[in-house]
């Protein structure tokens, strides 16, 4: 048996593609390529693929982390190969790493998700009013935010979710805003709700629901220091030949 990490991607033609779909794409390219992937045991057998964490459908990521077992060991460039000429557009992948079975779990490794948003703005704007509301928001210390759902309303206090201050550019009318969320087993603020609340809250100039978002990177965090599978300190540890 032979675990690998995958650093693959989500791309804009598959944007609205949610999460199970993306990975039934993904196993189905796998059993197309004819590479020994591995399967579990038992009465209801799974292909031994898992995804660092389930996507929001609308969201794109580069990267996307994915963990794969094979039965046999196949060289990397075997297996980037076989598997990119069945991927369709907007998966590709970035890198692969052998790694031992020490190794955490995906889903254990990572703690920050850095997000990229954009939309219009009004036009009509004021630029300095939306720098204040970002600075304002930024100075907080302590913000109480309500999600309403169909079934329940939700309070929590989101700054200790946001783990650096946020970034806020507006160029040709439209704003670009970038936020580093915090990765829980437990839950957390959702992009979408950042957006919303810089809107009813802080007076920034945007529609609620007009925007697109990315995840452009996620970490493992340890105060100022992140890194990710792929970076030579992660790999010395915990990398197989």
């Not at 190794?103 to 703690?111: E, R, T, Y």
């Not at 999600?147 to 946001?162: A, C, L, Q, S």
């Amino acid at each position: 048996m032979i675990r690998l990490f995958l650093s693959i991607s989500k791309g804009e033609e598959l944007r609205f593609l949610g999460h199970l779909d993306y990975l039934r794409t993904m196993e189905r390219a796998i059993m197309r390529s004819g590479l020994p992937v591995a399967f579990s045991e038992g009465f209801n057998p799974h292909m031994k693929i898992s995804m660092d964490s389930a996507l929001g459908v609308g969201v794109t990521a580069d990267p996307l982390y994915m963990e794969m077992d094979l039965e046999r060991e196949v060289p990397l460039d075997e297996v980037k190969s076989s598997l990119t000429s069945q991927l369709p557009g907007g998966i590709s992948i970035n890198g692969i790493i052998v790694v031992v079975k020490e190794c955490p779990k995906l889903s254990a490794i990572f703690n920050e998700d850095v997000y990229q948003m954009e939309g219009p703005v009004y036009e009509d704007y004021d630029a300095a009013k939306a720098e204040a509301g970002i600075q304002k928001f930024n100075d907080l210390s302590s913000f109480i935010y309500k999600r309403v759902t169909p079934k329940k309303v939700r309070e929590m206090d989101v700054k200790p979710m946001i783990l650096e201050p946020l970034r806020l550019s507006i160029r040709n009318n439209r704003a670009y805003l970038t936020f580093s969320l915090v990765r829980s087993t437990t839950g957390t603020v959702q992009p979408k709700d950042i957006w919303k609340m810089l809107s009813d809250s802080f007076g920034l100039p945007w529609v609620n629901d007009e925007f697109i978002c990315s995840r452009a990177g996620t970490y493992q965090r340890d105060g100022e220091k992140r890194k990710t599978p792929f970076d030579p300190e992660f790999i010395e540890v915990y990398s197989k030949g």
